[in-house]
């Protein structure tokens, strides 16, 4: 079992930056892929992005690509994102999320989710 917190949201000018964090406690992360989603008001869970075990690849939503940047300190349990140029449309409440699959952006294949953390851009 692996439990995650998140943490780092909240309210920001367009064009400004956040940086969200997601600690675990439980089992290490070097065992997970780690991703982070977001759920819009109305919309659906959307993959935004994903790091591999050691951080050696990571995947990219084109919506952030670019922008947002998935980073992770294993010695730490720790998941970054930092979200840089940001957009009124990437107002979201944002998850976090675990893994042991490469190469997914589907929600069904991540086994753990954080509780989610509110990011507001305003225009």
């Known amino acids: 079992q692996v439990h995650l917190v998140v943490s780092g949201g909240g309210l920001v000018q367009a064009g400004g930056s956040l940086r969200l964090s997601c600690a675990a406690s439980?089992?290490?992360?070097?065992?997970?892929?780690m991703g982070w989603f977001r759920q819009a008001p109305g919309k659906e869970r959307a993959f935004v992005a994903s790091i591999t075990w050691s951080g050696g690849s990571t995947a990219y939503a084109d919506s952030v690509k670019g922008r947002f940047t998935i980073s992770r300190d294993n010695n730490k349990n720790t998941v970054y994102l930092q979200m840089n140029s940001l957009k009124p449309e990437d107002t979201a409440v944002y998850y976090c999320?675990?893994?042991?699959?490469?190469?997914?952006?589907?929600?069904?294949?991540?086994?753990?989710w954080g509780q989610g953390t509110q990011v507001t851009v305003s225009s």
């Open positions: 999320a675990a893994t042991t699959f490469w190469n997914t952006r589907g929600t069904n294949d991540y086994n753990y």
């Open positions: 439980g089992r290490t992360l070097s065992n997970y892929v």
